[in-house]
């Protein structure tokens, strides 16, 4: 007998896992006015050139009306034109004056491709009577979105590490249903940074879809709304609230931060330091500023002098005072990684604000910073890294992620 109930347990801990079992199964709230297709802005501008693996439908717009369709199977150019966006192929132009046109591919083996990436779903080209730009977007459902934002934001991961690539799944859900319908952003997603890192098709990985598959619809919410699921890479120890790395946005309760241990402790990007030099910091403060249309180049030719101010809690730098023979500037919170810049990789920001600064002086005065610090990102929500150590460590999914997002729900909208 006690072979047989060994027996049963591992079927139900492989099966468990094989169909995206936790602890506790996510209740079904739906809502009817989120629309799965979801529109992802790749481009603007005045030319793009699209193709079609292999076969394509193109389907063309007058004044918002349907005019004519074209088959494809070639590569396209889209041009703004004065009156509207002109497609042209191989051998010239072959329509016009269009105010919206549709590429769709023809067949379920066949998709859309820019820019060397292919994408699943459809293209949609506007014409934007204003700039006189054509805005391009990938028009694709929300689970095959996350299938190309998990590559760029959790990596492969191994079977030990499923359950950090199903929180990273939720989460980067809960994002875009927010961002869609609770943010004011005209119902758009940016596939960089600004939103999450989308690389379409081209890097899907077997196991991360399968992370997709395995929490379709499941978003986190809190008072009934989707969160603004914000993470970053590695919290260095210790996650912080919202306001203290964008003072400007208000506080939520389900992002008050708090000691994460040492789940991220093993991530090469944990620890770090950089040295600058006074041209550096003056090219980078310089560059900085006037990008944010305030001061002169003349500003920042001589500084004399850095202070920091340091949140006793969190450890975070939550002010920096740049003393020059012209002025006195501030920056706060997390707006002092983009200040700063980061000297061994130029054009990057500072990895993070939890930091110790020394100050270089020598007979002519300040000279630079070295600067040693923890943790890669804002510090706000959830810890990638932390997901890993924590999946390695045979945590759930969602436990992690009500670790991270204080007093939240987790539900499956469809």
Known sequence: MPSLRLAVLF?????GWASGFSGKRPEVAPMPDFNR???VQLFVGEQVEIAFSPKGVIECFRMGEFSEIYYMSS???LSAKSDGIAIYDDNGEITSGLSEVKCKPRGSSSYVEFNGIIYRGFFRLVYDTLSYNLILYNIVDLEDYLKGVLPAEIGERSIDEYEAAKAQAVASRTYAVWKLISDGEAGKLHPTVADQVYTGKSSEL???NKAVKDTEGEILLFKEGPIAAYYHAVCGGETIPIEKAWPEKDR???LAGGKDRDYCLWAKTYSWTEIFDLETLSGNLKKYYIEKGIGSQDDFSKIINIEFHKDKKTSRVLKMDIFTESNIFTVECDQIRWALGRPSKPGAILPSTRF????I?????FQGLEIAGVGNGHGVGACQCGFIG???????????LEEYYKGVKLVRIY
């Open 11 to 15: 079927l139900l801990v492989y099966y």
């Open 37 to 39: 297709r979801i529109p």
């Open 75 to 77: 590569h396209l150019n």
């Open 206 to 208: 077997g196991i991360l």
């Open 252 to 254: 939520l309760p389900y």
């Open 356 to 359: 110790t600064a020394e100050k």
């Open 361 to 365: 002086i020598n007979e002519h005065g």
């Open 390 to 400: 924590r999946a390695r460590e045979d945590q759930k999914y969602d436990d992690m």
